[in-house]
């Protein structure tokens, strides 16, 4: 029973592992969802009740299938636990072996162990391999002196556990040979020169020594990839040199680092190979490394692809309007894409059942489409946005009341540098309903001017402002030729009314003051050369002599009204006819 508890909380420490990152990858791979039928979610229709089956018994120690079997004998191997370590070896009938002793001698002949354990089958069934019967497979073999011994794992039925797999008896029996082999071998000039209290000493199933070894090899394998991309990289400087021409190795551009961490990855796996620790910790080791090899090859490439992205959009700058802006998104994109390739291959690497991952996709991917409806409305509309070349990178646009310059166009919302130099964020689901104008996109601007002349203008002088005016407008280099005019708006207010309207051929909102400006000035000239005067705003005011209030008419008023109440013939609304009310 404390086997089988031990066994249930290690099997429970590696789900929650598990499905902590099963929550992980759903969250990067909602969209999955999709690919469930809607059936799915209906009511079930309730089978005819069927004649209970008898279940089969279920193995504490786990070991139904061959990856789990090697993989805990492993586990209790290195915790010294060889009592239970036995139990994933196959006794010979008829024969009173030792298995505990076993155990021990394996836990010696480990370091000499050659094979791949993650390739091992992790289905009961195991897998049908060449010159072995139905039932077995190999695991790998330990390679003692030029004495090779296979490991074989073959399934039996166990009357308390069920159809379970252990270590062939075969592979059992050639331990002691293979152990024997091993005493006589000659200690290595390292192991003689250690102490011999650091080899003793073993922390979490590693000698002192083999944790040392370990520890400097991180900095030994980070210094040698560096001298290698040094060695690599002194041609190009030579020949730099030699033509007088600035030179920059591929290890002082962003894609160095990436390509520094992939060497340092291969270097330390090779040193830690040597070194030889536990089998267990080489699996987990390994695993490791593989996933943190595919994060920096994918860094890599998502470098690769920035160096591919920004020289497009260098190039998009000067050929094309509009681009840039759809670069960035496609950039962003492809990082987001490189993201979740990286995750998914790392957590496969790292022993995370996929096809468990893959079916969670289907309720709750669905829950997580559905709470994040307004980030797939945003990211939509940016890439409609932008799809649309409604507005790019660098324009002046008016968003609602709110005008500056866009600064980024990213895939949640839209950054808006208003005047005052406030960053406006807008939602891009948002920015599709509200009312949006890309001042950039014009390529002519409107001066659209209303003035007037004092009453006192002549019909003569009005003639020449207009003509002069009008002139004006023709010559000027800026203004659009045969669109612009100059005309007599209104006779109110005592004033003549005049209504400019003119194109000024620019898209920039400040060099088009400035022409506004300019024409402005030309035309107060004209009205001043003239001989008359722009008008003001003006008000008309009557001056009479009150006469006040005729106190004779009152009093005769005051006394006929009391007259008529008293007598019921005049009444207001609310009295009776008798009287007041």
């Known amino acids: 029973m404390p086997l089988l508890r031990e066994n249930r909380r290690g099997m429970s420490r590696s789900l929650n592992w598990s499905y902590t990152l099963h929550v992980a990858l759903a969250v990067f791979l909602f969209a999955g969802s999709a690919v469930h039928s809607p059936a799915q979610f209906a009511k079930p229709v309730t089978p005819p009740p069927a004649k209970a089956e008898p279940t089969a018994p279920i193995d504490p120690l786990g070991r139904e299938t061959p990856l789990s079997a090697m993989m805990g004998f492993l586990k209790y191997e290195t915790r010294d636990d060889f009592a239970t370590a036995a139990h994933f070896l196959q006794p010979t009938p008829g024969r009173n072996t030792n298995l505990t002793q076993r155990a021990k001698e394996f836990q010696a002949l480990r370091s000499s162990f050659k094979g791949k ?26 390679v003692v002196n030029g004495t090779t011994a296979d490991i074989i794992l073959t399934r039996v039925d166990d009357p308390a556990s069920g159809k379970i797999w252990l270590i062939s008896k075969e592979t059992v029996a050639s331990f002691p040979e293979l152990y024997s082999q091993l005493k006589s071998e000659e200690p290595t000039t390292f192991d003689r020169i250690m102490p011999a209290a650091l080899s003793r000493r073993h922390v979490l199933g590693m000698s002192l020594v083999q944790w040392l070894e370990w520890l400097l090899s991180i900095p030994f394998a980070w210094s040698l990839a560096w001298f290698l991309g040094f060695l690599l990289s002194a041609p190009g400087r030579l020949w730099g040199k030699l033509r007088e021409h600035p030179f920059r190795t591929v290890w002082e551009t962003p894609l160095g680092m990436p390509l520094r961490c992939i060497i340092t990855i291969l270097i330390h796996s090779v040193c830690v190979h ?11 080791y390994f695993r490791t490394m593989a996933a943190l090899l595919v994060g920096s090859f994918v860094w890599l490439v998502s470098r690769i692809s920035d160096r591919s992205f920004d020289h497009a959009v260098n190039r998009t700058r000067t050929q094309q309007k509009g681009g840039e802006s759809i670069l960035i998104l496609m950039q962003r994109l492809t990082h987001v894409v490189l993201l979740i390739i990286a995750l998914v291959i790392a957590l496969s690497l790292l022993g995370v059942n996929m096809k468990t991952a893959l079916t969670g996709l289907g309720i709750g991917g669905l829950a997580i489409a559905l709470a994040a409806q307004k980030t797939l409305e945003n990211l939509i509309g940016g890439v409609s946005l932008l799809m649309d070349q409604a507005v790019h990178v660098g324009d002046f646009c008016m968003i609602g009341d709110k ?26 689901g948002l ?13 002519k601007l409107l001066i659209n001017q209303n003035f007037s002349l004092r009453i006192e203008t002549q019909a003569e002088q009005l003639r020449f402002v207009l003509d002069r005016v009008q002139n004006m407008l023709d010559e000027h280099s800026a203004i659009e030729s045969g669109t612009s005019r100059i005309r007599v708006s209104d ?10 309207f003119a194109y000024v051929e620019t898209g920039d909102w400040a060099e088009f003051t400035a022409i506004r400006q300019d024409v402005i000035l030309k035309i107060a ?20 002599r009150d006469a006040g209030v005729d106190m004779e008419r009152a009093q005769g008023v005051v006394r006929r009204v009391t007259e008529l109440r008293a007598s019921g013939a005049f009444r207001f609304p609310g009295e009776s006819r008798t009287g007041t009310k």
């Open 403 to 428: 005008r500056g310059t866009v600064e980024d166009i990213g895939l949640r919302s839209l950054k808006l540098r208003t005047l005052d130099q406030n960053l406006l964020t807008v939602p891009n």
């Open 431 to 443: 920015l599709a309903q509200m009312q949006f104008e890309n001042l950039t996109s014009r390529h």
């Open 117 to 142: 354990l993650g390739l091992l089958s992790d289905d009961p069934n195991g897998t049908i391999e060449p010159g072995l019967p139905p039932g077995q497979v190999r695991a790998g073999a330990l």
């Open 491 to 500: 006779f109110a207010g005592a004033a003549f009314g005049l209504e400019l």
């Open 274 to 284: 040597l070194l030889g620790p536990p089998l267990l910790y080489r699996v987990y």
């Open 525 to 544: 000239e004209i009205v001043e050369a003239a001989g008359t005067r722009f008008a003001a705003p003006t008000q008309l005011t009557y001056l009479a």
